[in-house]
């Protein structure tokens, strides 16, 4: 059992953060990186992220294994067809890395590879299924693995997002798929949270609250306007805005939402762009 | 109806620079419709290729460019003057071009880019709403394919990046697995949420796509 997954069964409140692999072949920068995140229960690695090209995430979570990290290997669908992921989760569990998270991928659209085409071949459902399967030691074709992976798989959930009703319903086929944990978009608003958890709770799934570092207004309308499914409201702008220093207010709205996370979640999953070293302060209180 | 656009007038430049005489062909089902291959484009084809020096030698607009048989009938008719041509350039969808270049030995040059299979809105403005996919969901789903609609294809339910009820890759348009769960919701019943749908089976998509209807039988 993975060291997240265990502290996760314990009830104990977990916090991940997040490297994305270069766009070059040196992973000595990325590796420093995670030895700033030494701390984290787990450090997620994404996967093309923002559908830009870059390093294999499973040739990075090798590494990061390889240095005693724990990594959370993440995949999409957008990029490799289901063959091509099956294969790319045997040998993950070859290369020791045990947490993934399965995502659909953002689309090629908002990418630097805008003309590549959008495989989509499994969606996240299908994904998390396909990786029972081979927990169970079968292929999607049926066929039998000579040594069958364990994983600790987790997926995505976007709180926030309307209507909520909708999202419980695939929230709910993903825990039918063996979804065991959750790690959440961005979340800004508590009665969002408030009424997602109310409902999301009955599964017992662990939730892990992503928290957004906001560096400053422009950053916050950068993402209302471009990021997928992320919103920052009104009023935090505006505090953002009055505040004399963007960054340290953007610290302490940060500091909410991890409290909000210890009441309604079971950890929170930190985006800092750069400034890990705030993650202290972020968890303080 | 098969959605299609000219390629650009550069790009027929490109295309026809090295051949003088030429032969044209349309097509009177839906290149005609959406304004690619009809008698009117045909004419301004002429027009434009005769104002670049070329000779328009002869042009046909064939009833349906895809059927292959009579496709190459009606071409044997214009049999002379397709043989003073030197190239003929065809505006219909791909698959009528096709059909004309298995029935002449000529160099025969597509003037058009095949889009979609297309409904039709109005005049002038085509969606896509089905894919072909030749797995059709579309009970489930309330009538709405997301297989096409939704920028991923997705078969379970919307992708994160669902906002106010639009899409991701184009927020002028709302999220299709909103709609089909509106729908749904209307009609009273789960569909598609009731039951993890299986990953599609692309055999079924192998291409190319052949079909022959069991005429004992029906298409059964």
Redesign the interface.
Known sequence: MSRLAEKLSQQQFVVTAEIAPPKGVDVGPALAKAELLRDMDAINITDNQGACMRMSPLALAGQLVQHGYQPILQIT??DRN?MALQSDLLGASALGIENLLL?????P??GDHKASC?V???????LL??VSGLEHGVD?AGKKLSQPPQFFSGA???PA???Q???L??FK?KV??GARFFQT?AVFERTKLESFMAEARLYQVPVILGVLLLKNVRMADFLNRNI??V?VPQDLLQRLEDAPDSLQEGVAIAREMVALAREFCQGVHLMTFGHEDLIPQILAG | MIIGTQKSREEWAELVKDYHALFLVGCGACATVCKVGGEDEVFAAQEWLEERGHEVVGSVILDEACHIMRAARELRRCKHQVEEADALLVLSCGAGVQSISDCVDKRVLAGVNSLFLGNIRRFGEYEERCSLCGDCILNETAGICPVTNCAKGLLNGPCGGLEDGHCEVDEQKECTWLKIHERLEKQQRQGVFDRTVQPKDWSRKYKPGKHKIDRGRGDK
């Open positions: 669908c957008r289901r995502l659909t991928g953002d689309h659209k908002f959008p989509f071949d499994l969606d996240s459902v299908q299924q396909a999607m995505a959930v976007a997002a309307e209507p009703l909708l999202t319903k695939k086929k039918a798929c978009q997928p499914g919103q």
